[in-house]
């Protein structure tokens, strides 16, 4: 167990319609990162958060986005889906965000699954 | 783009050593090596990670050669628990991990 948590487990929904996934970081970390993993794209970066500011981003689309609360928890909100939406969406969280390095430890994942 | 070249599979007998190779020739100095790994549809597992000196601790030892260029995992007694993807990845400081696409070990009885 990781510490870090994600709700929910799995989410079955139409297309169009508009998701929001939830993620706890482990106590104490400042940063949280979103991953997505598709069959056919791998794991991929989305967009990190450090203490309630974007830091980067990466391939996420104008559809989707994201936001970290002033408790650190984070949510990534996904609009208008599409049936190539469908993957695992995983949240990381690291103790910093910054500095020479910073270990990312992942939760279990939501499995979004658009029909 | 992953900076990193692993086989794509392994096998490795039950409660022998898994020694997991990894090529990162363009590393910096101030990137470290991670090693995670991602058991069926799990979310990614942290396992180790080192800059310049071998590094152990109680999942794997971490070997990096003296000019960097590469790496190997060592899981001691491997288990069928240790059946997974593993992924080696170049990351400074709060960069984002970029995943390849790893080995795919198999441990077998």
């Known amino acids: 167990d990781s510490g870090v948590t994600q709700t929910p487990k799995h989410l079955i929904t139409a297309t169009g319609q508009r998701v929001t996934l939830r993620c706890s970081p482990r106590?104490?970390?400042?940063?949280v990162y979103w991953y997505q993993q598709s069959l056919d794209q791998g794991l991929q970066f989305l967009i990190q958060?450090?203490?309630?500011?974007?830091?980067a981003k990466g391939n996420i689309l104008e559809r989707f986005s994201a936001q970290q609360f002033p408790d650190l928890h984070s949510e990534l909100n996904l609009s208008s889906l599409e049936l190539g939406d469908s993957a695992l969406y995983f949240c990381?969280?690291?103790?910093?965000?910054?500095?020479?390095?910073?270990?990312?430890?992942f939760g279990p994942g939501t499995r979004l699954t658009v029909l | 783009d992953a900076k990193t070249t692993q086989p794509p599979s392994m096998d490795c007998a039950e409660g022998r050593a898994a020694n997991l190779p990894c090529n990162h020739s363009?590393?910096?100095?101030?990137?470290?090596v991670y090693w995670y790994r991602q058991i069926h549809s799990q979310g990614p597992q942290y396992i180790i990670h080192?800059?310049?000196n071998n590094e152990t601790n109680e999942m794997a030892s971490l070997i990096i050669t003296e000019d960097r260029k590469s790496s190997t995992l060592i899981l001691p007694h491997a288990t069928l628990r240790d059946t997974a993807v593993y992924y080696c990845?170049?990351?400074?400081?709060?960069?984002?991990?970029?995943f390849g696409t790893g080995t795919r070990l198999l441990v077998s009885p």
């Open positions: 990381a969280s690291s103790p910093r965000g910054t500095g020479s390095t910073d270990t990312q430890y």
């Open positions: 990845i170049v990351k400074q400081g709060f960069q984002k991990l970029v």
């Open positions: 080192g800059l310049k």
């Open positions: 363009t590393i910096s100095g101030n990137e470290y």
């Open positions: 958060y450090y203490n309630g500011e974007e830091r």
């Open positions: 106590s104490g970390d400042l940063s």
